[in-house]
């Protein structure tokens, strides 16, 4: 049986092209070094693409020092990026960004910077996929980007702030979903979108895990930190269900329930304090999954 993974590949599409040709981090070797160890060209902060260049970028990242980033100015160049598809910047650049044709947008807060106004959604009217990473409870999504564009894809923390999830039913769009720090939100309660694509990171002990079943349509989940109690039945009522991965969630009961996934191919298992017997281990592997990651569970 052929492996596919249909998270990575999900996020690839709709966060893409992160590498290869046509790459560009503008900044210094530091800032850009994951970058152009992938193949991307750097360009150093203040400086500009060589003119034969601009039509070849699709991805731009930029990557300012702390003292560049307080100007808080894009670079003048970004109107001739024709082709650009996808940028990843800093939350106080995103302000004044104008793109007609951006399709993919990673916004990083390493510093819990507020932008000193939200970017427009009319400002990026073909965005489908956002990215909004922070280690931060603020500032909120509301905050990095109102209105929000028709999003396909989005990445965003919760923090328990029933106004972000508020902000779900506006996209009935959606197809891939991340949320971190969800806590006890019931998410599915503000979905609108048939979602194929689910990541919940971060919740507490009450949190509804149960509620998933009530989203037949998702073909990937992915569940990390997940305090509350993991029962396997509920992935049974998930007939399209192909892949899961369950991560560093200490509660999961009635695995051997997994066997019973209808489409289930896919199953990855790590740092749950050990819920799989040894007869459980034994069937799971005669099982046929195309990929199987338990050993480390």
């Known amino acids: 049986m052929t492996h596919a993974d249909l998270f990575g590949t999900s996020r690839a599409r709709y966060l893409g092209p992160l590498d290869g040709d046509g790459v560009l981090c503008v900044g210094n070797a530091a800032e850009c070094d994951h970058y152009t ?5 750097r360009v150093p902060w203040g400086r500009k693409p060589r003119p034969e260049d601009l039509a070849r970028v699709r991805s731009l990242a930029l990557c300012p020092t702390e003292a560049q980033l307080r100007k808080a100015v894009l670079p003048a160049y970004l109107p001739d990026l024709v082709n650009l598809e996808s940028l990843t910047l800093p939350a106080p650049l995103v302000t004044h960004l104008t793109s007609p044709a951006l399709r993919s947008l990673v916004i990083g807060n390493a510093g819990g910077e507020v932008p000193a106004a939200p970017l427009a959604g009319t400002a990026v009217p073909a965005l489908r996929a956002l990215m909004w990473v922070t ?4 500032p909120r999504l509301s905050q990095v980007v109102d209105p929000l564009p028709p999003l396909e894809f989005l990445r965003t923390p919760v923090s328990g702030d029933a106004a972000v999830l508020r902000r779900l039913e506006e996209l009935p ?4 979903l991340e949320l971190e720090h969800l806590r006890n939100a019931d998410v599915v309660d503000h ?8 990541e919940i990171s971060g919740t507490g002990r009450d949190f509804p895990l149960a509620r998933i079943a009530a989203i037949p349509t998702l073909h990937s989940l992915r569940l990390n930190g997940i305090r509350a109690e993991i029962d396997c039945t509920v992935f049974t ?7 899961l991965t369950v991560l560093n969630s200490k509660r999961i009961t009635n695995v051997g329930a997994l066997l ?10 790590v740092d749950c304090g050990n819920p799989f017997g040894a007869d459980d281990r034994a069937r799971f592997r005669s099982h046929g999954f195309a ?7």
């Open 37 to 41: 160890e992938d193949g991307a060209v």
């Open 135 to 138: 280690s931060y409870t603020t």
């Open 173 to 176: 769009s959606l197809r891939h």
């Open 191 to 198: 979905l609108a979108a048939p979602l194929r694509v689910l």
């Open 237 to 243: 009522a998930l007939p399209g269900l192909a892949q």
């Open 260 to 269: 019973d996934c209808p489409s289930l191919t896919d199953l990855v298992v």
């Open 291 to 297: 990929r199987l990651g338990i050993d480390h569970a």
